[in-house]
């Protein structure tokens, strides 16, 4: 059986046999060295300043959206989302939810967000900026800089939901202006899903502290709060936790740097022998976490065909169900594994 | 290491095994059948008619907890709540966030619900009642009977918190008349934290799709919808959804009415070892889940001396920190290990 999809994705042998040890108990000393470590280690990672804080949601990574999104955002602002697929609507729907006014830069598929398409909200008193920085749901990887540059200069802050593209692409919030980050547990960080993470800038944790949160369960003030002493307020899913504190040593042992060239060469790799094998890529910048790839009309007998071979990609839902099919490059992957990969989508199409 | 915690507790060797696997992908067919299954004998387990609807959320209990309480309430409700501890006052806090109005029935440390204490609180116009059916945080165990004679004759719904119940103590949705019952992994099902559920009742149901949820992520009419197909509207954690699947079934086989009766005796065996080394155990009833043991301002000594013996009971918080220590039942537990801790907590205080 091999993943090609992203979320959950092939896993590190050392997360597997982690995850077939006994839990210990997690209200203890040693659990919060722990958990400040993995808060050090994950800011280091982030090019986040010292002062940022980090909350552990025992959630799935639309839970760490809300939460960035409801105790950011209250209906006094007015907030710009890049909407160019499934993920990009969804911070739309949370907004809905918490009646946070918005305006959209609303993508075709297949339209590479541009520059020119931002200058018509310039100077109309944006307060931020909600964006998947790789929209999972199409693998476009939008242009941090071209987006930073236009919030600095607007004076918006910069929400960036990071959950595909962490380890796979390049990100530094200091560098990059980036005042809040999303992140979860089951992408790059090849872990169970059930984790995700909010890191926020100094800047960002004063707003959120201002702000009465609309929810208990997903107010962040409380996790920063209890997160100073390596806690969570609630019972977290502690195997997680354990597995992620490994796995941020892991990636920094390695260095981000190659972390991210490893995948981006995987990406490569896959996307030349595709293109070898008459596939079609789309021609918008993709991040490196995922290759979308063009069916006409087969996109689902296509996915069910490497499911018989024991292969499984990502699937697209609504109405690029039967149009694009996903391949992923994070996770415990090698050339081998997209020879096979390879190999079987050319007898499927051929 | 010997955990007689009350979450993450002592997980069976099958868990342990599953979850040192590889994590399929879960937008398939085969997912999707093993969540029905799982829905079918949850919803036998409990007890609960076959038209009642289950939510696999993956959250804290807390999560499940606001889900319930602000999925089913508003502004317009008027609600009781019992507060006999900690997990009581989370509820009310759960009700401050989401502005709905609520009384309580306030216990003393020590003091025991009786049908007295409520006879105060009808005829007032409630429309719910919130209770955690075992108050976790004391061990005490309310009168199901009780509560749900009052709810039916009040025509109030009854919404439980069996968080730390299920499993260990006699509970039946429809006998006891539960509109909503709350359920969490780590606790008599042993598995990792971070899955949580919420069954409702078809009444509860009707009630629930009328009021628009508060939340996005804890929505869980959207729950409710993808679950007629067996998926969750957001990446779950997959690997805790198959180990529950797999215990569900070890509980059915073993069948309910046993399980329950096991976790009675070891809590009777431990309680009657316990007295006899001249530990003070409350006299309020007490769930088969967890045995409270009074200390005299020296129980994070006892704790902390425990910890070096390898065995780690459940702390207490706030003004009981120094009072009240908590032994677990629930999880794969045995009276070879009570007679370690009985004989380690004897060297302790003797």
Redesign the interface.
């Known amino acids: 059986?091999r993943?090609f999809?992203v979320?959950?994705v092939?896993?590190y042998p050392e997360t597997?046999?982690e995850?077939?040890?006994?839990?210990?108990?997690?209200?203890?000393a040693e659990f919060s060295a722990m958990m400040l470590d993995s808060e050090a280690v994950l800011k280091r990672l982030l090019g986040a300043e010292d002062a940022s804080k980090v909350a552990f949601l025992?959630?799935?990574?639309?839970?760490a959206m809300?939460a960035a999104v409801s105790n950011t955002l209250t209906s006094d602002d007015k907030v710009l989302i890049i909407i160019g697929g499934g993920f990009g609507r969804r911070f739309a729907?949370?907004c809905d939810?918490h009646n946070i006014p918005y305006d959209s830069v609303d993508l075709e598929f297949g339209e590479t967000l541009t520059g020119d398409r931002l200058e018509a909200f310039r100077g109309r008193g944006y307060s931020a900026l909600l964006v998947n920085i790789d929209e999972t749901s199409t693998g476009q990887l939008y242009d941090i800089h071209l987006l930073s540059d236009f919030c600095r200069s607007e004076g918006m802050m910069l929400i960036v939901d990071a959950i595909s593209s962490f380890l796979a692409d390049d990100l530094d919030m200091e560098r990059d202006g980036i005042d809040e980050i999303i992140l979860?547990s089951?992408k790059a960080l090849s872990l169970?899903?059930?984790?995700s993470m909010v890191v926020v800038s100094p800047r960002a944790y004063d707003r959120i502290r201002m702000i009465p949160?609309?929810?208990?369960?997903?107010?962040l003030d409380h996790y920063f709060i209890d997160q100073e002493r390596g806690q969570t307020?609630?019972?977290?899913?502690?195997?997680?936790l354990i597995n992620l504190n490994h796995m941020l040593h892991m990636v920094e042992s390695k260095g981000l740097d190659r972390k991210i060239s490893e995948t981006a060469a995987l990406a490569s790799y896959f996307r030349e022998g595709a293109r070898r094998i008459g596939l079609i890529i789309p021609d918008y910048p993709l991040s490196n976490a995922v290759t979308p790839v063009l069916f006409d009309g087969n996109a689902t007998e296509v996915f069910e065909s490497l499911?018989e071979r024991g292969i499984?990609v990502?699937?697209s839902g609504g109405d690029l169900k039967n149009r694009l099919l996903r391949v992923g490059h994070i996770g415990n992957l090698s050339e081998s594994d997209y020879d096979i990969l390879l190999k079987e989508l050319e007898e499927i199409i051929g």
Chains 1, 2 share one sequence.
């Open positions: 059986m993943l999809t979320g959950p092939m896993m597997l046999e995850s077939g040890r006994q839990l210990p108990y997690f209200r203890t025992t959630a799935s990574g639309t839970g809300e729907e949370i939810v979860s089951q169970e899903p059930g984790i949160s609309p929810s208990y369960y997903l107010d307020p609630f019972t977290p899913a502690v195997g997680t499911r499984t990502t699937p």
